[in-house]
């Protein structure tokens, strides 16, 4: 198949869902995706913490949820207990966690329109008085406590709704370190730190010094200085979405 990404071969290391949906998309543009999910995702057993945080939640001024797992298994959580409270509105770090949210129900969602972090939700004026108001921020077990204490520092109080864990999957990679070997690999999208630590481990003593033959596309300044970064032999921040990780693939595919 001809395309923009006719013949590049690239890893695809988010969890399992996503990264198959991912990889159609880049398939028809050309590429020949690997998935190797270097993250998974995995349900956090009900406690009487989590549901006295849900049970007060018609309380909270502002509800945050920091990616779109976090929406997903968040909502369910909230929702199991009853309609969402319409007086909660909801804030996102990141375009495809709004998105996640716009999906869900939700008519209007505050999130950056350009910096897709943590510091860009922040900067909103919607985050800039919230003294004495109850923020909960539903995430994933452990992460950045960058929100948290921007939020407390302005006088909110705040509460986590910690609804899933990140693990590193158990997979064999010596299909795709062969591959590698073999030269068919040309790029690897990882979207965390998290993720290219487990894809590094993952591939191991054998997969890492062929590492180097390969540009690591991340999303973020922040991941692309992480030390695993260093191990490849090139690294790129590519625009948002899809769409974004695409045209930067095109552009690798292309530069010697």
Excluded at 24 to 30: D, K, P, S, T, W
Excluded at 66 to 73: D, G, L, M, P, R
Excluded at 153 to 179: I, M
Excluded at 217 to 240: L, Q, S, T
């Amino acid at each position: 198949m001809n395309g923009r990404l006719d013949g590049l071969g690239v890893v695809i290391t988010r969890p399992r869902e996503p990264a198959e949906a991912l990889a159609a998309a880049l398939a028809r543009e050309g590429a020949r995706p690997i998935v190797f999910p270097a993250l998974a995702i995995e349900d956090i057993p009900p406690s009487p913490a989590l549901a006295g945080v849900l049970a007060r939640l018609p309380q909270a001024g502002l509800a945050i949820f920091v990616s779109a797992h976090a929406v997903q298994k968040g909502l369910a959580a909230a929702r199991a207990r009853g309609p969402w409270p319409a007086n909660v509105p909801v804030a996102a770090v990141g375009e495809a966690t709004a998105e996640a949210l716009r999906n869900s129900g939700f008519a209007q969602v505050i999130s950056p329109p350009e910096r897709h972090d943590s510091e860009g939700l922040l900067a909103l004026p919607e985050l800039s008085q919230v003294r004495g108001q109850r923020v909960v921020i539903f995430r994933g077990e452990g992460g950045r406590e960058r929100l948290r204490e921007a939020l407390e520092a302005r006088g909110a109080t705040v509460a986590y709704v910690e609804c899933y864990r990140r693990v590193k999957p158990h997979a064999d990679a010596s299909a795709l370190v062969a591959a590698f070997g073999r030269g068919e690999v040309q790029a690897v999208s990882a979207l965390s730190g998290e993720t290219l630590e487990n894809f590094v481990a993952m591939v191991g003593p054998a997969g890492a010094p062929l590492l180097g033959a390969a540009t690591l596309v991340v999303p973020h300044e922040a991941i692309a200085a992480h030390r695993d970064a260093r191990r490849f032999g090139r690294v790129v921040v590519a625009p948002h979405g899809a769409e974004g990780l695409a045209q930067t693939l095109s552009q690798i595919r292309v530069t010697p």
